[in-house]
């Protein structure tokens, strides 16, 4: 044995007594130690010094047998779920304490899967019964699968009979203050307008009237509309939507640039162009003029309450008013200020063609009037579709701001480089950041060292005789080390957020 040990060199040595050694990272310390641990007779005369270059992983497909999983860990819930136990089956097994993934949980308890499986045989007799039963409650389950939407039904026709009991307090706030407050301002506002200037047109049969009772009434549609996204873009995040529902509000505001193309400005054109083909004699215009004066001040009153919380809101966020709007940070905002912006121009398109054609007595600077209102929603909503689409698209964030992120996770010590970053705006002022990070293992293993006795560990090296010794010693080490590098990525996950409160989700994956 001996001449065959002198004839190989060491490391190769090493790797034909102890094959699970191959490829890991404690090769060197264990090639060190039995060399430390052999015969004078079997020492080599020249030891080459480690290399300790790049370390790349190799994808090797291996089988991992009974051998491999027996010291597994699982948690309750899948000892019940996998192996039909009960919780009260699993109290006379071996508990083992781990840390837990999550900031706000602590540490849970796992069991051996060896434990759990043994277990299991002894409460059902046999695999072939473990079987059946597994099958039995999968029958179920699948029963229950197709029985869930009628179970919805039910507690939905339940609800509507006693009433909804959640608390409605929330969306009343939203509507008293910031977007909510000014969409609520426009809805009363224009649709009082349009039933004034829907008077209007039926007493002077004007086509510019026309055009403006209808933007008034599709300006109140699509306000109503927003307010509706509004109230949906506040509910709690669920199982099914775990990012919440903040896009409502893009949704909406989308969908309502649609309804201004279609109602307002289709409308508007069809008024004006039938105007010119088969012109009408226009009745007195004092009425409307005075209606029109009094649509200018209160869509004027409506704009200035949307220019000032777009002022406000981007001052909040060190935005210039331009970017704020033309970035559709606050949606709902945008499209009222939009909205009011192009009355308030309408208005004036549309007492302007009127004046026209009392001044010379022709029918066609009226419709002419129609065609421009028609022409001014077309251009807003073409604006309101783009800017609500790009943000439904899922858009990056400020170039600054995502260095600003990018710098903090490169200055910390455990952190050797960071890859693949991507930080997407999720609406109302909501980031999800994500991130690609290559960890440092020596400062992480001394992370972990120094939570450690090294005399234990040290004694615990010279206590070992067999390679299945040597391997529980390494597994045993190896997983504290990747627990310690859990634990560092939840530390940075939450000073992340910590320093970034518009940071609601962070993904950061391990090179």
């Known amino acids: ?104 949980t602590e540490a849970f308890t796992v069991f051996l899967r060896s434990d759990v499986e043994a277990k299991a045989l002894a409460v059902w007799g046999s695999q072939e019964a473990l079987a059946r039963e597994r099958n039995l409650r999968k029958e179920v389950e699948r029963e229950y699968q197709e029985n869930i939407f009628r179970n919805q039904k039910l507690l939905k026709e339940y609800k509507d009979f006693w009433g909804n009991t959640e608390p409605r307090s929330r969306k009343r706030v939203t ?77 909406a505001s989308l969908i309502s640039g649609v309804g201004i193309f279609m109602m307002g400005a289709g409308l508007s054109w069809y008024h004006g162009i039938m105007g010119l083909l088969h012109p009408q004699p226009i009745e007195s ?7 029109l004066a009094g649509s200018l001040v209160s869509e004027g009153a409506t704009l200035l309450v949307a220019i000032n919380e777009i002022k406000k809101s981007s001052r909040k966020q060190g935005l210039s008013f ?43 600077y009226d419709s002419l009037g129609s065609l421009g209102v028609g022409t001014l929603l077309g251009t807003v909503s073409a604006f309101l579709i783009y800017t609500n689409t790009e943000a439904l698209l899922g858009r990056s964030i400020q170039a600054e701001h995502v260095q600003k992120l990018t710098e903090f996770l490169e200055n910390d010590p455990a952190v050797r480089a960071i890859h693949d970053v991507k930080a997407t705006d999720m609406g109302l002022s909501k980031v999800r950041f994500k991130a690609e990070v290559d960890f440092d293992g020596r400062v992480v293993t001394c992370s972990y060292l120094e939570k450690q006795d090294i005399e234990q560990i040290l004694n615990d090296i010279q206590q070992v005789k067999t390679p299945e010794e040597l391997e529980n010693f390494m597994l045993k080490h190896g997983e504290n080390i990747i627990d310690t590098l859990g634990a560092e990525v939840d530390r940075l996950e939450k000073e992340l957020k910590q320093r970034n409160p518009e940071v609601r989700h962070v993904d950061l994956e391990i090179l």
């Open 1 to 104: 044995m001996s001449s065959r040990i002198q004839c190989v060199p060491p490391g190769l040595a090493t790797e034909r007594m102890f094959p699970c050694l191959a490829h890991r990272p404690w090769q060197v310390l264990c090639r060190v130690y039995l060399l430390q641990r052999a015969p004078l007779s079997q020492r080599p005369s020249k030891i080459a010094k480690p290399c300790f270059g790049e370390i790349r992983a190799v994808l090797k497909k291996r089988e991992y047998g009974a051998k491999y999983t027996q010291n597994n860990f699982i948690t309750a819930v899948r000892a019940m779920n996998e192996f039909c136990l009960k919780l009260s089956d699993l109290e006379q097994l071996r508990k083992i304490c781990r840390r837990s993934p999550h900031d706000d």
């Open 175 to 251: 509507f008293l203050q910031g977007p909510g407050k000014v969409v609520m301002v426009a809805i009363c506002i224009n649709g009082l307008n349009f039933f004034f200037k829907l008077l209007a047109w039926v007493y002077t049969g004007s086509a510019s009237m026309f055009s403006e009772a209808i933007h008034s009434l599709a300006d109140t549609c699509n306000q109503a509309l927003l307010a509706l996204g509004i109230s949906q873009s506040v509910r709690n995040p669920d199982a099914i939507h775990p990012y919440g529902f903040s896009n409502m509000r893009y949704i």
């Open 285 to 291: 215009l004092l009425w409307a003029y005075c209606i």
């Open 322 to 364: 331009y970017e704020y709007v033309m970035q559709s940070r606050d949606p709902s905002t945008n499209v009222v200020l939009l909205e009011d912006a192009a009355a308030v121009v309408g208005v004036v398109l549309a007492a302007g063609c009127m004046g026209l054609t009392s001044l010379t007595g022709n029918p066609y």
